[in-house]
């Protein structure tokens, strides 16, 4: 009986040792993995603070560079609505830094009360001008894009006295006109623009085109070739 009770107490010690052994072991595990979260989160904090300063330098750079855009803007004075008092137009100059405005400026129109009648944010790489296409008020042109295979891509604005805005009106069904405004070829109440033309062998064939505000767009109404000047 003696025996056995012995045998009974040093399986009991053994159980308890190794029982201690492993809580120790596991003691030991848990603080190497929280050593190891405390590390990665330290790392994640460095990284995220260098993140913001990196933002904060993009953010100070954009701000120089808005900076830069709005004193290149230039600004012209007059009358777009038919009312004998001039509205300030606001948009890029010309010629146009292209690697400032790959996707195009902004253009704003203001009345004199400073209402806003224009207010496009970007695409207009800057303001050709006024002219007189037959309509009541002025037509105000812009040049969309330049220097593309077919010349320029110009859009052209009305102002419309329902909603006392300035709206984009279209050119013959088309959002933008293309070619190359010739402004010693314009006559009171047209634009005159040449384009390139093409032949069905794929050569140009340019030609001038008359252009006159009709039925609420710009329409082609004369047209001739180039080389009869």
């Keep these: 009986m003696l025996k056995k009770s012995a045998v009974l107490t040093i399986a009991f010690a053994l159980l308890f040792l190794v029982s201690s052994c492993n809580a120790s072991k596991t003691s030991i595990d848990y603080d190497h993995e929280l050593q190891l979260k405390q590390d990665e989160l330290q790392k994640l904090t460095q990284e995220n603070e260098i993140l913001n300063k990196e933002i904060e330098l993009l953010q100070n750079q954009n701000k120089i560079l808005q900076s830069q855009l709005d004193e290149m803007y230039?600004?012209?004075?007059?009358?777009?609505?038919?009312?004998?008092?001039?509205?300030?137009?606001?948009?890029?100059?010309?010629?146009?830094?292209?690697?400032?405005?790959?996707?195009?400026?902004?253009l704003m129109v203001k009345s004199a009360e400073g209402d806003?009648?224009?207010?496009?944010?970007?695409?207009?790489?800057?303001?050709?001008?006024?002219?007189?296409?037959?309509?009541?008020?002025?037509?105000?042109?812009?040049?969309?894009?330049?220097?593309?295979?077919?010349?320029?891509?110009?859009?052209?604005?009305?102002?419309?006295p329902v909603s006392n805005k300035?709206?984009?009106?279209?050119?013959?069904?088309?959002?933008?006109a293309v070619g190359l405004l010739y402004d010693n070829k314009c006559k009171s109440g047209?634009?005159?623009?040449?384009?390139?033309?093409?032949?069905?062998?794929?050569?140009?064939?340019?030609?001038?085109?008359?252009?006159?505000?009709?039925?609420?767009?710009?329409?082609?109404?004369?047209?001739?070739?180039a080389d009869d000047q």
């Design 74 to 106: 230039s600004s012209w004075s007059t009358d777009l609505t038919g009312d004998g008092i001039n509205e300030i137009i606001t948009g890029p100059p010309s010629p146009t830094p292209i690697s400032l405005f790959e996707n195009g400026g902004s």
């Design 116 to 160: 806003i009648l224009l207010d496009e944010k970007t695409g207009i790489l800057n303001m050709i001008g006024i002219y007189d296409a037959g309509a009541k008020t002025p037509v105000l042109i812009t040049l969309q894009w330049g220097g593309g295979s077919m010349g320029n891509y110009y859009g052209a604005y009305l102002f419309d």
């Design 166 to 176: 300035l709206k984009r009106i279209q050119w013959d069904n088309y959002e933008v």
């Design 190 to 225: 047209s634009i005159v623009i040449m384009n390139r033309g093409l032949k069905p062998d794929g050569f140009n064939q340019p030609f001038y085109q008359r252009w006159i505000y009709k039925n609420g767009q710009m329409t082609p109404v004369e047209k001739w070739d």
